[in-house]
């Protein structure tokens, strides 16, 4: 076996990650829907993790719930999400050739973007059931995309602080990508 033969390609896998991502995402909606009334709640951990149903016509975390023009604003968002996942996908085929921390995250961004926007394509708004307190700080209630989304950032940032990849040279495409 030589040494020097190229990695095997991980863009298919990333994309997989992805996918489960969205499945997970739509499946867990579909179940809350269908089991929680809207506005109610299964306690899980008393005072400090609850199921709900919530519908958030806004941001992650309830961003922008209140604003004045509610149609611009899901537009707005919805237009960004598209174009954030449209630009993620392009990241992630010209740098996902191999398994690293960043391509990983790409794929959570990626298929917690996409989890979210669906919802707002189809619904007009985002599902919304996990409702975490600690202490008595009321965390906003989120879902799986955000989840997805939160850890893959979270990822990039850790990647960028710790990976001595990401201070010797910036991230270029490989030369023999078609993309």
């Known amino acids: 076996m030589s040494t020097n033969s190229p990695a095997r390609d991980r863009r298919l896998w990333l994309l997989a990650i992805t996918a489960l991502i969205v499945l997970c995402d739509r499946l867990s909606k579909a179940w809350i829907v269908r089991h929680i009334p809207e506005g109610d709640a299964i306690p899980v951990i008393d005072h400090i993790f609850r199921l709900t149903h919530v519908r958030n016509p806004g941001a992650a975390f309830s961003m ?19 174009v954030a996942a449209l630009v993620v996908l392009i990241i992630l085929l010209r740098i996902g050739r191999r398994f690293t921390a960043t391509t990983i995250a790409l794929a959570l961004i990626l298929g917690g973007t996409i989890g979210n926007v ?52 910036p991230v270029a495409p490989d030369p023999k990508s078609k993309l």
């Open 118 to 169: 669906w919802d707002r394509l189809r619904y007009g708004l985002v599902t919304d059931f996990l409702e975490v307190h600690i202490v008595h700080y009321h965390w906003p209630d989120f879902n799986l995309a955000d989840s997805a989304i939160v850890i893959g950032g979270i990822l990039l940032v850790l990647d960028a602080l710790f990976s001595p990849a990401s201070h010797d040279s």
């Open 64 to 82: 922008f719930v209140d604003t004045t023009r509610p149609g611009l604003t899901h537009w707005i968002l919805t237009g960004f999400s598209l």
